[in-house]
């Protein structure tokens, strides 16, 4: 018999994959189950749009949309369970289409949310699916007056003082939240924010898992009427978190439980990159990755975040030396290889090269050579990489960073040739700082991991003789900031100038960002981590007169 007045809420922080409303609804029924075994639940809380996951794009258009998402209604009802499920789905009334919450107890369904605030910005286009709700909506549950929101309704003062003054002394609110770099605090900050206009605990439930370019980092939460977290899951990882809600007639408080650590921010970004592809290689059914392993601190954290993702077994990586490939770079290859236990092979390129070059001779005569050979030394490697993927239904995994994506340091059809990239929004900075985590989280005889001297040497493509970056890029101290400004920033060419950037390095820099939209078009996806990353985030014209300046 329920307790009056206390409420035991179990947030289901869950991974469901985005169209399988079938398997997400086995998956809600599964967890229900398994709560209803462990605990005594008033009520288990389930994310933003569970039955279709987030964010479904436009699979919101399917004609069958309708009939999936209410048969699975359906059979959730059916099961009947004894303890209020809240469910979010995309619900469709009066022949509009609404993001939408329902509570469902005992098979029946006892009453429904339409989400109020549509975000329309960075990732997020929901307005491009949805109409918006106006109505609060509160349920008493245990005689505690419940309100419920959906994500973004909790950015804005609005659906929160609305339900307050429809009489809830509790909110629920249930979300899609990807990461990105200090979003947690961001959450934070808002959850205060509601919580000091209204006086009212919180309770936050957060998707986890790995969506094509997005990642959602889970930290589902409870925030009391003090502001004090009483509760918090862990980062990048299911979980079933329980909470207990006490009201007296006229405050709800929540009683201290399990708080996750807060992982520091290198250790956060490197789980957010480890479940990001894990999620893509395991969600898209390829038995592996292969990857071109060069000796260099890119290719280098790439097999590192690829082996902690999949296990060795599962990561194929190919050294494919050239005349220009320094013996220090085959030795710290096969290091690592060797390290992390992978499947290793060298196939080099040099008659592969030459085959090229014979076939193109009578193409080329009269011609200089130029960065027509280096682009073809990368494009061999390509054609490689590529046959081992159509061959043994491995994932490519591409290499490059978030630096040399922004400015075009990299080759069509070569080192740009595959499925997946993870250091896709990761600058070159960042990559050398998340190598060194790698390493200090390592034990035993291989505490390097990652040879010292791949993070430690120049940064080189090798395909040039006593080639380095720097010969062609600014220094990545510099450049990094740069992109920073006017990628994630938006700011103008005159104003990060005023920010004490020579002059001509701006210039140079951000014209070659402007150059090089058509390669990113063409690129894989990858892990977005920073608040503006390349893909869904940066909608910017190919074909485009914009002049930098103000």
């Not at 370019?213 to 978190?241: K, Q």
């Not at 991991?449 to 040039?464: F, K, N, V, W």
Request: proline letters at 5%; aromatic letters at 8%.
């Amino acid at each position: 018999m329920a307790n009056h007045n206390t409420l035991n809420v179990v947030m289901a922080q869950v991974n469901p994959l985005v169209g399988d409303i079938p398997g997400n609804t086995e998956l809600v029924i599964k967890t229900a189950e398994k709560i209803l075994v462990r605990h005594k639940p008033d009520v288990i809380v389930f994310p933003e749009l569970v039955l279709t996951s987030y964010p479904p794009e436009d699979l919101l258009l399917r004609a069958s949309l309708d009939i999936r998402v209410e048969s699975a209604l359906q059979a959730i009802r059916d099961c009947k369970f004894d303890t209020h499920l809240v469910i979010g789905y995309p619900g469709r009334e009066q022949g509009r289409l609404y993001n939408m919450l329902c509570v469902i107890y005992q098979g029946n369904t006892l009453t429904t949310y339409k989400k109020q605030i549509l975000p329309n910005y960075q990732v997020f286009d929901e307005k491009r699916y949805f109409d918006a709700g106006s109505q609060a909506c509160v349920l008493n549950i245990n005689n505690i007056p419940t309100g419920f929101t959906i994500c973004e309704d909790l950015w804005a003062p609005g659906p929160m003082a609305q339900a307050q003054a429809a009489g809830a002394k509790l909110m629920i609110n249930i979300n899609g939240s990807p990461f990105h770099v200090d979003k947690y605090q961001n959450r934070l900050d808002v959850l205060h924010a509601r919580q000091q206009e209204a006086a009212l605990p919180i309770i936050y439930v957060n998707l986890v898992g790995g969506q094509d370019e997005l990642v959602f980092d889970g930290c589902s939460m409870a925030i009391d009427g003090d502001g004090g977290i009483r509760a918090l899951a862990p980062a990048c990882e299911e979980s079933l978190a329980s909470v207990s809600v006490n009201y007296d007639g006229v405050q709800a408080t929540i009683a201290q439980a399990v708080i996750s650590p807060v992982e520091d921010k290198q250790a956060l970004i490197y789980r957010v990159l480890v479940l990001g592809l894990h999620d893509y290689v395991i969600k898209n059914g390829f038995s592996g990755v292969v990857l071109g392993l060069s000796g260099g601190i890119d290719s280098a954290l790439t097999l590192a975040i690829a082996v902690d993702a999949l296990g060795a077994d599962r990561v194929h990586a190919v050294m494919m030396p050239f005349k220009y490939t320094s013996d220090m770079s085959m030795e710290d290859a096969a290091k690592q290889a060797e390290n992390f236990g992978v499947n290793y092979r060298v196939i080099p390129i040099e008659d592969i090269y030459e085959g090229f070059m014979s076939s193109l001779a009578q193409e080329f005569v009269g011609t200089d050579v130029d960065l027509t050979e280096q682009n073809l030394q990368a494009r061999c490697r390509g054609v490689i990489l590529m046959a081992i993927s159509n061959k043994k239904g491995y994932l490519v995994l591409t290499t490059g960073n978030k630096s040399e994506m922004a400015v075009g340091y990299s080759t069509l059809y070569g080192d740009m040739a595959g499925g997946f990239d993870v250091l896709k929004d990761v600058p070159k900075m960042l990559v050398y700082s998340l190598s060194r985590y790698r390493n200090s989280v390592s034990a035993g005889a291989h505490a390097e991991m990652i040879p010292g001297r791949i993070i430690d040497r120049p940064p080189s493509a090798e395909l040039a003789p006593d080639q380095v970056d720097e010969d062609n890029l600014p220094p990545y101290e510099i450049l990094d900031q740069i992109l920073e400004l006017y990628i994630e920033g938006d700011e103008s060419a005159n104003a990060i100038i005023e920010k004490g950037f020579d002059h001509d390095t701006v210039m140079r820099v951000l014209r070659l960002v402007d150059l090089n939209e058509y390669k990113r078009r063409q690129a894989p996806v990858g892990v977005r981590i920073s608040k503006k990353g390349f893909g869904r985030d940066r909608r910017y014209p190919i074909t485009s007169g914009w002049k930098l300046g103000e």
